[in-house]
Every structure is written in structure tokens, then in C-alpha cells.
């Protein structure tokens, strides 16, 4: 069974560009939750989509957005980067129904400069 | 608000002696609790939650709902067991976030 996806691995950036993140969850989970994780603020929850629906929303900006398609598969998306945006993100998918905890991608390792 | 707190940023203990990795939580509902691991370049990876109050890698989590504590214990810590380790906490229903504690990195030594 495929784990979930994040796309790409890596990315380097410029302060004032867009960026797009890509997770595909594992084969039968519906929901998908994004989060941010840094050495300061540690890991922070983005946002959750079940169902192509955004279901709930953390403490993020508004350049902070997403989405989800009909099979499950989400896209984060940053505008008009800040140097504080650099971080790892991490997708992770879950059943949502079931009650059961997450698992998480490897991550989205982004660099603002 | 949620809030789960892990007091040590960092915890050694030698080969062979029990561990104990303390969180604490704040919620005002009925909360479930999770313990997740992350070993040395891997992802993030569940390692168990109260509900199923299974016993995964010789690792076991009581909820205290007295403390609001979910200490996670291991009788004799391996060297394997190195890895930091987050307490999580998800309030139920449809709206689901995990709240994660900031982490205790443990280290066993030889």
C-alpha cells in the first residue's frame, strides 16, 4: 500500500513568489491536513479538506490556501512568499471516519531567500 | 483552546532503564490522545493512541483525565528507542485538528 506523496521534496524560493505543494494520500482516505512544522514554532496545523471541502482552518494568513480534487489528492498553495514562510510542510491523510491518526508524508522542505 | 505540553525538550537514559516521556493537555471536551514518532530521517509516524490502548515497541500511554496527563512509558528503553517524540491531541467529531506538543527528544545510551 503507497504511503502518501508530497511533491517535490525540496524547493528554494524567492521573498514575493507563489509557491505550490502537492500530497497525494494513501488509497482510501479521504481526508487530508496540512501542516507546518519549524524549529521555533514547531508543528502547527494548516488546514484539512475531506470530501474537496475545506473543513477546518488553522492561525495561518490568508496567502496561505489549498485545495482538493475528486480523488483525494490536495495542493497548498503560498503567495507572496516571507522569509518566515521556510519550513517543512506535511501532509497527512487519514480516514477521517474511522477515528484513526494520521499518517504523514515525508514532507515539503521549503526555503524562502 | 487545546494545549499539550512536553516539560523536557531532552531526556537520556541508559540501555536497559525505564522511560518515561511526560504530556500534559488542556481541552475542555472529551480530547483523543496520540503519541507520535519520528525517528532519525524518517516521516512522522503514529506510535499509539489511548483509544485502542495497545502496547506498540514494549511503548504504553494512560490517559489520566485526573492530570490530564498522557505519560508515554517503557519499562526497559532500548538504544532503537532514540527518536523525538510529539504527544497529540484531536478533539472529536467533524472538525479534526491535531494539536501537537513541541517534543522530547529522547536519547538512549549504551
Known amino acids: 500500500k503507497a504511503g502518501v506523496t508530497q511533491t517535490p521534496r525540496y524547493l528554494i524560493k524567492t521573498r514575493g513568489q507563489q509557491v505550490t505543494l502537492s500530497c497525494s494520500p494513501i488509497s482510501g482516505h479521504r481526508s487530508v491536513s496540512w501542516y507546518q512544522q519549524t524549529p521555533g514554532q514547531g508543528l502547527q496545523f494548516l488546514f484539512e479538506y475531506f470530501s474537496e471541502t475545506q473543513r477546518n482552518k488553522g492561525n495561518f494568513p490568508g496567502r496561505f490556501s489549498g485545495r482538493q480534487f475528486s480523488n483525494s489528492r490536495s495542493e497548498m498553495n503560498v503567495s507572496t512568499l516571507e522569509l518566515g514562510d521556510s519550513a517543512l510542510y506535511l501532509c497527512a491523510s487519514s480516514p477521517v471516519l474511522r477515528n484513526y491518526g494520521y499518517t504523514f508524508g515525508s514532507g515539503t522542505r521549503l526555503t524562502v531567500v | ?110
Open chain 2, 1 to 110: 483552546a487545546q494545549r499539550v505540553t512536553q516539560p523536557e525538550k531532552l531526556l537520556s537514559v541508559f540501555k536497559g532503564a525505564p522511560v518515561e516521556l511526560k504530556c500534559n493537555y488542556s481541552y475542555s471536551g472529551s480530547p483523543e490522545l496520540f503519541w507520535y514518532v519520528q525517528y532519525s530521517r524518517q516521516r512522522l509516524q503514529l506510535l499509539l493512541r489511548h483509544i485502542s490502548r495497545e502496547s506498540i515497541k514494549g511503548f504504553t500511554a494512560d490517559l489520566n483525565k485526573g492530570e490530564t496527563s498522557f505519560h508515554l512509558k517503557k519499562p526497559f528503553a532500548q538504544e532503537e528507542d532514540s527518536a523525538m517524540y510529539y504527544c497529540a491531541l484531536t478533539s472529536r467529531g467533524s472538525a479534526r485538528q491535531l494539536t501537537f506538543g513541541s517534543g522530547t527528544q529522547l536519547t538512549v545510551l549504551p
